[in-house]
T-cell receptor, first 109, second 114 residues
Framework: QKEVEQDPGPLSVPEGAIVSLNCTYS??????FMWYRQYSRKGPELLMY????GNKEDGRFTAQVDKSSKYISLFIRDSQPSDSATYLC?????????FGTGTRLQVFP | EAQVTQNPRYLITVTGKKLTVTCSQN?????MSWYRQDPGLGLRQIYY???????DKGDVPEGYKVSRKEKRNFPLILESPSPNQTSLYFC?????????????FGPGTRLTVT
C-alpha cells in the first residue's frame, strides 16, 4: 500500500464548477499536509499547507484535513480555465515530502 | 528574482554516457533535493542535502550521485545512464529541513536515455 493515494483523474469540469480533489494516507505521523499545483511543462508550486484537522481557506481554495479518517481534500470554488493543471497532494514527515501521484484537472470555458 | 534553475532542460543521450544535470538556487537555501517524476508513480525523491557537504539518499538513489560543494549548487550525476532513468527530473530547495513543506522547484529536465 502506498503511503499517499491520489486519484489520477483526469477530471474535466465546466468553468464555474466546484472542484473536489482528494487524497488518503496511511501514516498517522505525517506533520504537514500540502497541495502543490503543477502547470504543464513547469515545476510544482506550493498552493496551500496546513498542519491540523479542519479547514483552511485562501481565496477560492479550501484545504480540508480529517486526521481521524486520514483524508485530505482541496476544494476549488468558481473554477476557472486558468486552474487547469495537475494538483499534487503532499505530506511532510521529519523534513521529507511524500507526494501523491497527482490529479489532472481541466476546466473548460 | 528568486528561482531554482536547471540545465539542460532537455537531454537525449545513449546508455552508458556519463551526464550531469546542474541545479542552482539564488535564495540562500540550506535544503536542496532531487526528484524524478514518472507517470503513475508521481514525484519520488532521489537524493537530498541539508547543507554544504551533507547529502543523503532518498527513495530511489540507485544509479545517481550528487555533491554539494557550494550552498547554491546541487548537481545530479548519472555515471552510466540506463533507459530506466528516462524521466522528468526536478531540483527543489527550501529554507531549512524543518519547514521544507514549502519547496521551490526548478522548471524540470526531461531526460531520454536510448
Amino acid at each position: 500500500q502506498k503511503e499517499v493515494e491520489q486519484d489520477p483523474g483526469p477530471l474535466s469540469v465546466p468553468e464555474g464548477a466546484i472542484v473536489s480533489l482528494n487524497c488518503t494516507y496511511s501514516n498517522s505521523a505525517f506533520q504537514y499536509f500540502m497541495w502543490y499545483r503543477q502547470y504543464s511543462r513547469k515545476g510544482p508550486e506550493l498552493l496551500m499547507y496546513t498542519y491540523s484537522s479542519g479547514n483552511k481557506e485562501d481565496g477560492r481554495f479550501t484545504a480540508q484535513v480529517d486526521k481521524s479518517s486520514k483524508y485530505i481534500s482541496l476544494f476549488i470554488r468558481d473554477s476557472q480555465p486558468s486552474d487547469s493543471a495537475t494538483y499534487l497532494c503532499a505530506m511532510l514527515l521529519w523534513g521529507k515530502l511524500i507526494f501523491g501521484t497527482g490529479t489532472r484537472l481541466q476546466v473548460f470555458p | 528574482e528568486a528561482q531554482v534553475t536547471q540545465n539542460p532542460r532537455y537531454l537525449i543521450t545513449v546508455t552508458g554516457k556519463k551526464l550531469t544535470v546542474t541545479c542552482s538556487q539564488n535564495m540562500n537555501h540550506e535544503y536542496m533535493s532531487w526528484y524524478r517524476q514518472d507517470p503513475g508513480l508521481g514525484l519520488r525523491q532521489i537524493y537530498y542535502s541539508m547543507n554544504v557537504e551533507v547529502t543523503d539518499k532518498g527513495d530511489v538513489p540507485e544509479g545517481y550521485k550528487v555533491s554539494r560543494k557550494e550552498k547554491r549548487n546541487f548537481p545530479l550525476i548519472l555515471e552510466s545512464p540506463s533507459p530506466n532513468q528516462t524521466s522528468l527530473y526536478f531540483c527543489a530547495s527550501s529554507g531549512t529541513s524543518g519547514n521544507s513543506y514549502e519547496q521551490y522547484f526548478g522548471p524540470g529536465t526531461r531526460l531520454t536515455v536510448t
